[in-house]
């Protein structure tokens, strides 16, 4: 597969802008600039990255493409939860409980991705697959119990934009 110097520059200001968006964040209240430049950053740098993501991945066809997801993205997803969680246990002392089902810090991305393209099993054939995805979107929002377990409320929210990408 060729490179398309479009999508590699496009990620590329992406994730400068996911690494300053999280640097500007401890800074919000010492001016209504960084303030401002950080709701402006926060306002489509995610939802850019899950189109840019979307468009790049593929429908599971067969065991195949299941077993490649799960080697690509859940079994580094497990790695890294539990390097995280023992790493704040022992380095900040901090009394973190292991659990898989919620993912820790950016570790969330990988368990939506891994869960958008699952869905797109189910939106992807279907003829208002968008709209649908969009609703289901909305109606989740208002539940309190789909929240960070399984990065429930994020994969949700953000799938409409996987989905668009895809198409």
């Known amino acids: 597969m060729k490179r398309d110097p479009y999508f590699d520059n496009a990620k590329a200001v992406l994730i400068v802008l996911v690494v300053l968006g999280h640097t500007l964040a401890r ?4 001016n209504e600039w960084i303030l401002t430049s950080y709701l402006f950053i926060f306002s489509f740098h995610m939802p850019a990255f899950i189109l840019v993501s979307g468009y790049f991945s593929r429908k599971i066809k067969s065991k195949k493409d299941l077993w490649g997801l799960i080697k690509k993205i859940l079994i580094p997803y ?3 939860q539990v390097i995280y969680t023992f790493y704040y246990q022992k380095i900040f002392d901090e009394p973190i409980e292991f659990t898989i089902l919620t993912p820790r810090w950016a570790l969330w991305f990988l368990i939506s991705l891994f869960c958008w393209n699952i869905l797109l099993f189910i939106f992807s054939s279907r003829k208002y ?5 969009i609703i289901v979107s909305l109606i989740i929002g208002y539940f309190g119990e789909v929240n960070e377990w399984l990065s429930l409320s994020r994969t949700f929210f953000f799938f409409p934009f996987f989905l668009i990408g895809y198409f």
């Not at 800074?27 to 010492?30: G, N």
Request: hydrophobic share 65%; aromatic share 16%; net charge negative.
């Open 129 to 133: 697959g968008i709209v649908f995805s």
């Open 78 to 80: 497990l790695i890294f």
């Open 27 to 30: 800074m919000v209240e010492e």
